[in-house]
């Protein structure tokens, strides 16, 4: 984020700010006394240093929180911003003991009972925000520190609004926004018996939390929400420790609740792991329906996900052999040409053209766009093994016997041990007759019942020869016509 973006965030944060001090004046309002009045100017003049001097700022702020502590309001609202000034300075100057010294001071302004609920959820809030979108903005260098800090304040925030009766404040909301923000990073670092640990409390608070909410619509709703957000941390798990029977059970009440408002990217994000689940059972089109799905919700959440999961969607068709474009679909279609997606676009023209040398050349040309996806890199494979299949069959169609060189040669020069795998598998699954002599190296199809030889044609010429000689000896026996035992008798000459 640059400086010029953190000052127009934070003055929105300001504006906030003073209007919320508005509303908080009666119809009877008080004049402010001297005091109060210093400690609003000191308060801006600091925020005004911030563009010049970070250092000079902090001290300012420093000066706010001693002047409200000398007037025998400490931990005042006027401290309290400071704080979260503070906290703010040193997030950009990246400080992690500062960050974490000041965020604490701020939990402990908010423990002494001089802030109101609102300010304290708008300030936990904007700070686990901004610690959040750090996350997203660092270089891979500093990924490792930047996820240390954000579990530590995950932490601190988690313990001290425990509504277990280990926290100073209750605030459940608090608590279960921060534990779930705390659950994602610890997937992300993949710390997985923390994370169980953390949906063990979760789903405890949730029952307790159900047992207690009376039968209103807003209960209700509010209680559904919060279990898909629950079953969307639990999928992930599971999934990251290929629990498919557990991911599937957790899917499938997950698509069972009803009458919460989750936010679109919870379904969007349980709908896609569904449909990697599907993937991984080769249930290929359960998979494509499901990553359509998770598509539509990543769209209408606005996500950058959509795309990857828009890449899923058309993979998940390729390996169903379906017929149908993904991206005739009317959600799909204004994404075809889009710099991320025109290499998938392509990739399903060479598929449905059958063109296994434009399929393979795009795979080689698109290794960023395409093989970059650790998903789509686990079925490349399958990708090119269905493709194959597909362009074998209509290559083998009108021939009873093919060199398997031939065949290789075909399918863009792969070994003849590959040619064996895929016919192989064509004759167990049932979509072949046929048998491979692997002296010869040449595939022998059979359209008769029985056995086949390399000699099948001519076995077939003279197994009908034979049945034809049998029903003129038959009608000879009947009629007595000696002309039909010498026609009989010269066909089983040319038979033999």
């Not at 609202?77 to 001071?105: C, D, F, P």
């Not at 194959?388 to 020069?413: G, H």
Request: proline share 2%; glycine share 6%.
């Amino acid at each position: 984020m640059s400086d010029d973006e953190e000052y127009e965030y934070e003055y929105d944060d300001d504006e906030d700010e003073e209007m919320e001090d508005q509303f908080e004046y009666t119809d009877e309002e008080e004049e402010a006394d001297d005091g109060e009045i210093r400690l609003e100017n000191e308060y801006y003049n600091a925020k005004g240093l911030r563009e010049h001097d970070l250092g000079e700022a902090a001290s300012a702020f420093e000066k706010v929180i001693e002047l409200e502590r000398e007037d025998g309001k400490e931990n005042g609202q006027w401290s309290y911003k400071a704080m979260k000034q503070l906290v703010k300075l040193h997030l950009r100057t990246g400080e992690s003991s500062e960050i974490l010294r000041h965020y604490n001071r701020m939990l402990d302004c908010i423990a002494k009972g001089g802030i109101t609920p609102n300010a304290t959820e708008k300030g936990i809030n904007g700070m686990l925000d901004r610690v959040s979108s750090l996350l997203q903005g660092n270089s891979s260098s500093k990924v490792e520190d930047t996820q240390k800090l954000a579990s530590q304040v995950y932490e601190c925030t988690v313990n001290f609004f425990d509504p277990n009766g280990n926290g100073l404040v209750r605030n459940d909301r608090l608590w279960f926004k921060t534990n779930l923000k705390y659950g994602q990073l610890l997937y992300e670092t993949n710390e997985t018996t923390k994370l169980s640990t953390l949906l063990r409390d979760l789903k405890t608070t949730q029952s307790q939390g159900d047992a207690s909410l009376t039968a209103t619509t807003s209960a209700s709703s509010s209680s559904s929400t919060h279990l898909m957000e629950i079953y969307a941390l639990q999928i992930q798990l599971y999934s990251r420790q290929k629990d498919n029977k557990k991911l599937r059970e957790v899917f499938n009440r997950a698509m069972t609740v009803r009458g919460g408002i989750p936010h679109p990217r919870t379904i969007a994000l349980i709908q896609e792991f569904g449909g990697k689940m599907h993937m991984a059972a080769r249930e290929y089109e359960s998979a494509g329906k499901t990553f359509f799905q998770a598509f539509k919700s990543y769209d209408e959440a606005g996500d950058p996900n959509r795309l990857r999961c828009l890449k899923y969607l058309v993979m998940a068709s390729m390996l169903h052999a379906s017929t149908i474009n993904p991206f005739d679909s009317q959600e799909a279609r204004p994404y075809r040409d889009d710099p991320e997606i025109v290499a998938m676009t392509n990739l399903v023209h060479a598929f449905h053209s059958n063109d296994i040398q434009a399929f393979e050349e795009i795979l080689r040309e698109n290794q960023g766009r395409i093989m970059e996806d650790e998903f789509v890199r686990e079925h490349v494979e399958d990708l090119l093994r269905t493709i194959r299949r597909q362009v074998l069959r209509r290559l083998i169609q009108p021939y009873k016997r093919i060199s398997l060189n031939a065949i290789a040669k075909e399918l863009n020069d792969i070994p003849v041990q590959d040619v064996e795998s895929l016919l192989v598998g064509l004759i167990l699954d049932g979509k072949l007759d046929g048998e491979i002599d692997q002296l010869e190296g040449i595939l022998l199809k059979n359209h008769t019942k029985g056995n086949i030889s390399k000699y099948a044609p001519q076995e077939d010429l003279c197994k009908s020869l034979e049945e034809m000689v049998h029903a003129l000896e038959g009608i000879s026996n009947h009629c007595g016509t000696s002309r039909l035992k010498e026609s009989a008798r010269h066909i089983r000459g040319i038979a033999h």
